[in-house]
């Protein structure tokens, strides 16, 4: 199983190294069961982050029709400014995500059976916002759980939310919670704590599943 990490220009770099720890982690720990790779969509380069100019390498190019996961980041930027001045800001960073050879690809993968896409952060804005994930279940950054709801995703105030082959995590430091939940989803809890007992993390809030009964207004 692969799982494939898109960096594209902006990308917040927590996002991407925290779940790609975890997770290596988790490959460690099933004898390498699955690979974690760091791609973009117009192949291998050096993709400058949104921090600071911190630039991280993709080794290949996406390929949605590979069985497995792929993740998509947020981006990390100012959150205020004019556009028209030349400020990118996060909004803009995500809406760009969207115009760019990525969104198609992605489309592709949420198209295929064989693959989850996960997101991190502002990573289900920028599907969001693409007009990929419309009427799904996701959780953003706190601060876009509005326009992530505007776009017509439903969206859900918990930790983790887990849509079938949609999963997505809300703030920067979720992407530790997603790699887990996907290890125990994947190979079960004891890898997953095996994970955390090496990282000295414990797992936070809610992980939301869309089954079971609905509740009643209270």
Same mark, same amino acid.
């Given at each position: 199983?692969?799982?494939?990490? /898109?960096?594209?220009?902006?990308? =917040?770099?927590?996002?991407?190294?925290?779940?790609?720890?975890?997770?290596?982690?988790?490959?460690?720990?099933?004898?390498?069961?699955?690979?974690?790779?760091?791609?973009?969509?117009?192949?291998?380069?050096?993709?400058?982050?949104?921090?600071?100019?911190?630039?991280?390498?993709?080794?290949? @190019?996406?390929?949605? *029709?590979?069985?497995? &996961?792929?993740?998509?980041?947020?981006?990390?930027?100012?959150?205020?400014?004019?556009? =028209?001045?030349? /400020?990118? !800001?996060?909004?803009?960073?995500?809406? @760009?995500?969207?115009?760019?050879?990525?969104?198609?690809?992605?489309?592709?993968?949420?198209?295929?059976?064989?693959? !989850?896409?996960? !997101?991190?952060?502002?990573?289900?804005?920028?599907?969001?916002?693409?007009?990929?994930? #419309?009427? @799904?279940?996701?959780?953003?950054? /706190?601060?876009?759980?509005?326009?992530?709801?505007? !776009?017509?995703?439903?969206?859900?105030?918990?930790?983790?939310?887990?849509?079938?082959?949609?999963?997505?995590?809300?703030?920067?430091?979720?992407?530790?919670?997603?790699?887990?939940?996907?290890? #125990?989803?994947?190979?079960?809890?004891?890898?997953?704590?095996? /994970? *955390?007992?090496?990282? *000295? &993390?414990?797992?936070?809030?809610?992980?939301? @599943?869309?089954?079971?009964?609905?509740?009643?207004?209270?």
């Amino acid at each position: 199983m692969l799982v494939q990490i /898109v960096l594209f220009d902006g990308f =917040d770099p927590l996002d991407v190294i925290a779940p790609f720890e975890v997770l290596a982690a988790g490959s460690d720990a099933t004898a390498g069961a699955f690979d974690v790779q760091l791609v973009a969509a117009d192949g291998p380069r050096e993709v400058t982050s949104g921090t600071r100019g911190l630039t991280l390498r993709a080794t290949a @190019r996406l390929d949605p *029709e590979r069985p497995g &996961y792929v993740l998509i980041p947020g981006a990390s930027g100012p959150t205020t400014g004019n556009p =028209d001045q030349g /400020v990118e !800001t996060i909004p803009v960073l995500l809406s @760009r995500f969207g115009d760019s050879t990525a969104a198609p690809m992605v489309k592709t993968a949420l198209r295929n059976p064989d693959v !989850t896409v996960a !997101t991190v952060c502002g990573g289900s804005l920028a599907l969001a916002m693409a007009g990929l994930i #419309e009427g @799904r279940h996701a959780v953003t950054h /706190v601060l876009g759980m509005d326009v992530l709801d505007a !776009t017509g995703v439903h969206a859900v105030p918990a930790r983790v939310v887990d849509d079938g082959d949609l999963i997505s995590a809300g703030g920067v430091t979720s992407g530790l919670d997603l790699g887990l939940h996907i290890l #125990e989803r994947e190979f079960g809890p004891q890898v997953a704590h095996a /994970v *955390e007992t090496l990282f *000295e &993390y414990e797992r936070r809030g809610t992980v939301w @599943r869309h089954t079971g009964r609905t509740p009643v207004t209270i």
